[in-house]
């Protein structure tokens, strides 16, 4: 399996600002994803980021409030925009496994917003 | 949209009892995953399942792939203090037309367990 790190790993923003979330994979990967864990919640995938092309955003979220990037096969990067304590949650990258059924995370970014 | 319903939401058991746990959707699933997140990380797979009435262990982890293909369970046999954690069961549902999967993976509610030494 892909080893995947996310950088930070925990923050604590002010309401208004924005957090960029980096994912950094071992291997080159086609598809990266990014998930919201939201407090005692499962996740949820925010949007699949591919190389070279926009991101696919899933209903609910949209590019101004959860831009990515994907400048390469091994990196991607998400950023909340203008938070707000509702911001608050689990942010997780993931990418599959050869198979392309399986999914492999990352540590995960726990962000809170005051 | 598709939603993976998973019970029990919680469990509390003592050291050395078996566990069973269960995901049903309304919809077909092509893949079933289940994992198990620890606090602070992010979850980590502990069996993949890709046929319907597969049935699969890891260690003392059990796992099948439902005869419909709408429902998945894991059995943890013996249980031990380190099993704590919240798992999530997943799966690649079935595209509208056609028969391949998708890539999104959607998650189960998620089922606590709490084992006491």
């Known amino acids: 399996s892909a080893v995947i790190s996310q950088k930070p790993s925990r923050d604590i923003c002010q309401r208004g600002t924005s957090l960029t979330i980096q994912c950094q994979v071992d291997?080159?990967?086609?598809?990266m994803f990014w998930y919201r864990q939201q407090p005692g919640q499962s996740l949820t995938l925010i949007a699949t980021a591919n190389q070279g092309s926009e991101a696919t955003y899933e209903s609910g979220f949209v590019i101004d409030k959860f831009p990515i990037s994907r400048p390469n096969l091994t990196f991607s990067t998400l950023t909340v925009s203008n938070m707000s304590p509702e911001d608050s949650s689990i942010y997780l990258c993931?990418?599959?496994?050869?198979?392309?059924?399986?999914?492999?995370f990352g540590q995960g970014t726990r962000l809170t917003v005051v | 949209g598709q939603q993976l319903n998973q019970s029990p939401q919680s469990m509390f058991i003592q050291e050395g009892e078996d566990v069973s746990m269960n995901c049903t959707s309304s919809s077909i699933f092509n893949t079933w995953l289940w994992y198990k997140q620890d606090p602070g990380e992010g979850p980590v797979l502990l069996i993949a399942l890709y046929k319907a009435g597969e049935l699969t262990s890891n260690g003392r982890l059990t796992a099948q792939f439902g005869i419909t293909r709408k429902d998945s369970f894991l059995n943890i046999s013996a249980s031990i203090p380190s099993d704590v954690g919240i798992y999530f069961c997943?799966?690649?549902?079935?595209?509208?037309?056609?028969?391949?999967?998708?890539?999104?993976?959607?998650f189960g509610t998620g089922t606590l367990l709490a084992v006491q030494p």
């Open positions: 993931s990418v599959e496994g050869l198979m392309n059924t399986e999914a492999f």
């Open positions: 291997s080159q990967v086609t598809m």
């Open positions: 997943a799966g690649h549902p079935k595209k509208a037309e056609g028969g391949g999967a998708t890539n999104k993976l959607i």
